[in-house]
């Protein structure tokens, strides 16, 4: 994996998506964790940037994604070249420190 670059402009960030095979592997929160995430981002900014792959799949950061789009605030992502979709797994695992269900 190679970080392509550290951001990406707003027309992009409006066409990330979810993949939910990728979605369904992480550990779910609780709507009071999800809240607590939202609060958080919204009163200290977004601290870690998601984690896409070249063509905009969000692998890793799923819940600040989705709080950054309900708050309107464009999210800092970084982009990452996998070679294939099991390396995007184990991505997504080791960026959440394991805590993805297999």
Not at 82 to 92: Q, R, V
Request: proline share 3%.
């Amino acid at each position: 994996m190679k970080q392509i670059q550290d951001r990406i402009d707003a027309t992009t960030i409006e066409e990330l998506r979810i993949n939910p095979e990728y979605q369904d592997l992480i550990q779910p929160l609780t709507k009071k964790e999800y809240e607590l995430v939202k609060k958080s981002i919204q009163e200290q900014g977004q601290h870690v940037s998601i984690i896409v792959n070249t063509k905009g799949t969000v692998i890793d950061g799923h819940y600040w994604y989705t709080a950054c789009q309900e708050l309107g605030i464009i999210p800092k992502i970084e982009i990452r070249d996998f070679a294939s979709s099991l390396d995007e797994k184990i991505g997504a695992y080791f960026a959440t420190g394991g805590s993805i269900i297999f």
